[in-house]
């Protein structure tokens, strides 16, 4: 039996493991791996530095062992390398032929994409500004909670409108805004606002993100004018409406609900039904009523999780070589399921400010106070970072845990923090001592 390259098998259980983290996450922790050497047992991952494998090693062993499982077919020994110069393997042929070919996810197109009451609208008028962009909603906004198609949405679009030869530039919120600060720091204005300005349709995902940061906000203003002024289609996606959007400047609400806001709501079960469908049948396997109906009750506000416990139980029957019915579908779940879930749940608030306190001896009530010395506020960016890691919730929730902080805050201190782990072996140790307090939390 021929085995295919370590690479082509990565690239595609990256594609699984996106689905089952969040992304902040899977940027800061899967983005820069590779799949270095796979000889049919032991399975070779590259990574970028020690702190990634450390941090892969201790939390995300038992998803990457499942899905590079799912993806191979049989049991893989898991052993991360660190990435030498000249080591990255070549991209996969296929995969890069369609890179050229268009920017967009290849996944997320409107084939498919499930319609269904919860959506209908959002696809209707996703179609309209594909099609005829800047002349039917303008802007076109989008909300939904986490995991209901809106990036789905947003890159079929930019690939339709690819196709019709219109030129679409799809960019999520933190994208931009970093793309803004570097070309301030580089000197680059004018190239960040040809990049912006000199196209078709814009594409702006989860726009939350901009919330609170002024100089990006009045930036996204200016290119939103223009834009729109000369008649160039704007979809903007976001966690709420606009005026749920508090961090953002009233001038920039407002424009947003000039043209059609539309709310994708959870799945109702016909639509989870073929999803599902659609999704077992895309990895080649055929699912009984019976099996799909199960599955359908057991996740129904999320379509990312909906399909991340399809692939566990696939995976799973896989590994046992087992018929698929409902019972092994609940055993799959709540078996081998158990562990990526929990480890890839969102752990409480709570518990990430006491690990943190633990680690940095600071107690609970001064991370949350009001006390400014150096020790106590590198704690307590520490701790924010940590829960836009690990826990989906905004910057404004993360703020208001820690003490009522403004998003800006929690923002800037991202930031800071993602930026000194990159050098600070203190930062580093601190942060395998906080990771290694949450494992023993995660365990049964
Ligand atoms: N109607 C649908 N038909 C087919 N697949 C869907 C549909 N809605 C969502 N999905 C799939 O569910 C997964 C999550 O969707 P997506 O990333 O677009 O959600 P999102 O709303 O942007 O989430 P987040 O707010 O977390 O960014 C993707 O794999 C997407 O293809």
């Known amino acids: 039996m021929s085995i295919r390259p370590a690479q082509e098998l990565w690239e595609t259980a990256l594609g699984?493991?996106?689905?089952?983290?969040?992304?902040?996450?899977?940027?800061?922790?899967?983005?820069?791996?590779?799949?270095?050497?796979?000889?049919?047992?032991?399975?070779?991952?590259?990574?970028?530095?020690?702190?990634?494998a450390e941090y892969l090693e201790l939390n995300q062993r038992s998803l990457i062992e499942k899905t590079l499982i799912n993806t191979t077919h049989s049991p893989v020994e898991l052993c991360f390398q660190l990435i030498q110069s000249g080591q990255v393997p070549a991209a996969v042929p296929q995969t890069n032929k369609q890179k050229q070919e268009s920017p967009f996810n290849p996944r997320y197109t409107f084939e498919s994409f499930i319609v269904g009451s919860c959506n209908r609208m959002a696809h209707a008028a996703s179609l309209a500004a594909a099609q005829n962009p800047g002349k039917s909603y303008n802007p076109l906004y989008i909300y939904a909670e986490a995991g209901l198609g809106k990036t789905h949405l947003l890159q079929a679009i930019g690939h339709l409108a690819n196709l019709n030869r219109r030129k679409a530039l799809y960019v999520s919120g933190e994208q931009f805004t970093t793309d803004f600060i570097s070309s301030i720091r580089n000197g680059q204005t004018e190239e960040f606002r040809s990049r912006y300005r000199d196209v078709d349709l814009l594409l702006l995902d989860d726009v939350q993100f901009i919330g609170g940061k002024e100089q990006t906000e009045e930036c996204l203003f200016h290119t939103f004018n223009d834009?729109?002024?000369?008649?160039?289609?704007?979809?903007?996606?976001?966690?709420?409406?606009?005026?749920?959007?508090?961090?953002?400047?009233?001038?920039?609400?407002?424009?947003?609900?000039?043209?059609?806001?539309?709310?994708?709501?959870?799945?109702?079960?016909?639509?989870?039904?073929?999803?599902?469908?659609?999704?077992?049948?895309?990895?080649?396997?055929?699912?009984?009523?019976?099996?799909?109906?199960?599955?359908?009750?057991?996740?129904?506000?999320?379509?990312?999780?909906?399909?991340?416990?399809?692939?566990?139980?696939?995976?799973?029957?896989?590994?046992?070589?087992?018929?698929?019915?409902?019972?092994?579908?609940?055993?799959?779940?709540?078996?081998?399921?158990?562990?990526?879930?929990?480890?890839?749940?969102?752990?409480?608030?709570?518990?990430?400010?006491?690990?943190?306190?633990?680690?940095?001896?600071?107690?609970?009530?001064e991370l949350l106070g009001a006390a400014r010395d150096k020790d106590t506020a590198l704690a307590r960016q520490f701790a924010m970072f940590i829960l836009k890691q690990q826990n989906s919730a905004s910057l404004v929730e993360i703020g208001q845990s820690l003490g009522g902080r403004s998003a800006s805050t929690v923002s800037h201190a991202c930031d800071k923090i993602q930026l000194e782990l990159e050098n600070s072996t203190f930062l580093r140790l601190k942060m395998t001592e906080v990771q290694n307090h949450l494992s023993q939390q995660r365990l049964p």
């Open 16 to 52: 699984e493991i996106e689905l089952q983290v969040n992304k902040p996450n899977f940027r800061t922790w899967f983005a820069k791996t590779v799949g270095l050497k796979y000889d049919g047992s032991e399975f070779v991952i590259g990574v970028p530095n020690t702190f990634v």
């Open 227 to 365: 834009l729109h002024n000369s008649n160039r289609q704007i979809v903007i996606s976001a966690d709420s409406p606009p005026k749920s959007l508090p961090q953002l400047a009233e001038r920039l609400r407002s424009r947003f609900e000039w043209g059609l806001t539309i709310e994708i709501e959870p799945p109702d079960e016909k639509t989870r039904l073929e999803l599902l469908q659609l999704k077992a049948e895309q990895s080649g396997t055929e699912l009984n009523m019976d099996t799909l109906e199960y599955l359908a009750q057991a996740v129904k506000h999320n379509i990312r999780e909906l399909e991340g416990s399809l692939n566990r139980v696939l995976a799973y029957a896989r590994l046992l070589r087992a018929a698929i019915t409902p019972d092994l579908a609940a055993r799959a779940l709540s078996d081998i399921g158990s562990r990526p879930v929990r480890e890839n749940s969102p752990l409480r608030p709570g518990n990430i400010i006491s690990a943190v306190s633990q680690v940095f001896q600071i107690p609970t009530t």
